[in-house]
């Protein structure tokens, strides 16, 4: 569903990303784990296109993506992105924040889109909350709204940087049911998270990144009990 060839990003001087193969395919969940500074947020920047990589490929859906020739916008359609910090238009009440990019980039009608949007506040459990304000919501319900918000572009793909790092840890569980009955629908999804309980009940595959180079790429049981890369028992140690 997505793939990185050889990608490279740099920040002027400070190479970040050193080379990432990835191969993530429908209905996967992977699981990105890696210290700080690691270059776990660059990754998925680049991956819907809100950094641009000086090297290397990105096929999305087995398309090569020409960030010269494409029509970005549509790229970030099919490769949605949940952010820390909600990024919600506080302006905007639940329902106009969720069909807003429908509307605007999808060109779907209004009607249609609002009908939508009500399934997806169903599906994340707020069905009461369409015409309130961001402001009046919780992290967790913020949280909730941002990922009904994507979903509404049908992404092929969905992106989630540290979603519950924001969050209240008694908010923390409503998100990742949210994130659980995604995958378990089977959306094909990126995750960076430090919940390792997810990792370890979620995860097809967990990649840790160390100083922009991927240094395990494995399934949880063997991540988590048969892990002998030395950064690795340093990052668990650390987690745990
Ligand atoms: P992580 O998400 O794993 O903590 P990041 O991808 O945010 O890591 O950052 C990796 C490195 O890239 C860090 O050294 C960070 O300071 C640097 N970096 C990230 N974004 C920028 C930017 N826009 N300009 C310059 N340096 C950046
Ligand atoms: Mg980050």
């Known amino acids: 569903m997505i793939t990185t ?46 950094e641009v990589a ?39 009440t639940v329902l106009e ?19 939508n949007a009500l399934t997806l506040l169903e599906k994340v459990g707020l069905s009461d909350k369409a015409e309130v304000y961001p402001n009046k919501l919780s992290g967790g319900q913020k949280q909730r709204v941002a990922i009904a918000r994507a979903l509404a572009m049908e992404p092929k793909v969905l992106l989630f940087d540290e979603p519950t790092s924001a969050l209240d840890p008694e908010l923390v569980g409503e998100v990742l049911q949210v994130m659980q009955d995604l995958a378990d629908d089977g959306m094909t999804m990126i995750v960076v998270t430090h919940e390792m309980k997810f990792a370890k009940e979620v995860a097809s595959r967990i990649i840790m990144l160390d100083e922009g180079r991927i ?26």
Do not use: W, Y
Not at 97 to 115: F, L, R, S, Y
């Open 97 to 115: 924040n969720i069909i807003e990019a429908p509307v605007i980039v999808k060109k779907i009608d209004k009607t249609e889109a609002k009908k």
């Open 5 to 50: 060839k050889n990608l490279h990003k740099s920040f002027g001087d400070l190479e970040v990303l050193k080379g990432i193969d990835v191969q993530v395919k429908p209905g996967e969940v992977v699981v990105l784990v890696g210290v700080s500074g690691s270059g776990k947020s660059t990754f998925l920047r680049c991956l819907n296109f809100l």
């Open 215 to 240: 240094i395990e790429d494995a399934d949880p049981e063997t991540f988590f009990n048969h892990s002998t890369n030395e950064r690795t028992q340093q990052f668990l140690e650390m987690v745990n």
């Open 54 to 92: 000086q090297e290397g490929d990105i096929l999305v859906d087995g398309r090569k993506i020409d960030r010269k020739k494409d029509d970005l916008s549509k790229v970030r359609a099919e490769v949605g992105m949940v952010f820390q910090h909600f990024n919600l238009f506080p302006h905007k």
